[in-house]
């Protein structure tokens, strides 16, 4: 059973450094997001792709925050500049069409 | 603006006893809904979904969730908890059309005490 994977599972950074995180979704899944959620709340959504194009970017996606799909396949997500505040859990999701699927997501801290 | 409630913080019951879990949301139109749980430092898990059609929806794990359009609510309910049932449960819902991005909740924790 391949789910969706996400990689690292822990991401320890200093303040100011860029960090990076790799998904890859559910091979036939068009559809795929990315959530950050913070101790205590529920998921929050960040980024949306439908195969390689990124359709639709939440506020909460800041310019130091950038996406990418390439070829509609893995997706990275890269934040510049970290800050404290970037500390939190980063969730990919792949879908069909309805219904999202959930990988373990990416624990970043940033020191 | 789309907002999910999910009213209880937390609940504990006793290993063996029923458990149901409220929701309720505020949202333009009928949206998709969903709950999911999730084991601490993992990701989340679809236990049910509700589209359309029968608002009493079957899931995983024995769970079930009824629909309530005239209350805009989606409670989750399971008839006997079981000691792996201990967990954090979210709610969500999602748009119908658009990038169908989901809206959590803050979420339920349950324990399950034997």
């Known amino acids: 059973d391949t789910g969706v994977s996400q990689n690292p599972r822990h991401k320890i950074t200093k303040r100011g450094q860029n960090v990076t995180f790799r998904c890859d979704p559910i091979?036939?899944?068009?559809?795929l997001y990315w959530y950050r959620q913070t101790l205590g709340q529920g998921p929050e959504f960040l980024t949306y792709?439908?195969?390689?194009?990124?359709?639709?970017k939440s506020r909460l996606l800041s310019d130091r925050f950038s996406a990418e799909r390439p070829k509609g396949s893995f997706s990275t997500l890269e934040i510049q500049r970290t800050e404290q505040g970037d500390s939190a859990m980063y969730l990919c999701?792949?879908?069909?069409?309805?219904?999202?699927?959930f990988g373990p997501g990416t624990r970043l801290t940033v020191t | 603006a789309q907002s999910v409630t999910q009213p209880d913080i937390h609940i504990t019951v006793s290993e063996g006893a029923s458990l149901e879990l409220r929701c309720n949301y505020s949202?333009?139109?009928?949206?998709?809904l969903f709950w999911y749980v999730q084991s601490p430092g993992q990701g989340l898990q679809l236990l049910l979904k509700?589209?359309?059609?029968?608002?009493l929806v079957q899931g995983i794990k024995g769970f079930e969730a009824e629909f309530k359009r005239s209350q805009s609510s989606f409670n989750l309910r399971k008839p006997s908890v079981h000691w792996s049932d201990a967990a954090e449960y979210f709610c969500?819902?999602?748009?119908?059309?658009?990038?169908?991005?989901?809206?959590f909740g803050t979420g339920t924790r349950l324990t399950v005490i034997p």
């Open positions: 999701a792949s879908s069909p069409d309805r219904g999202q699927y």
């Open positions: 091979s036939e899944h068009n559809r």
């Open positions: 792709f439908q195969n390689e194009a990124q359709l639709e």
């Open positions: 949202y333009g139109a009928t949206p998709y």
């Open positions: 509700y589209f359309s059609g029968d608002t």
């Open positions: 969500a819902v999602g748009a119908r059309t658009g990038a169908n991005n989901l809206f």
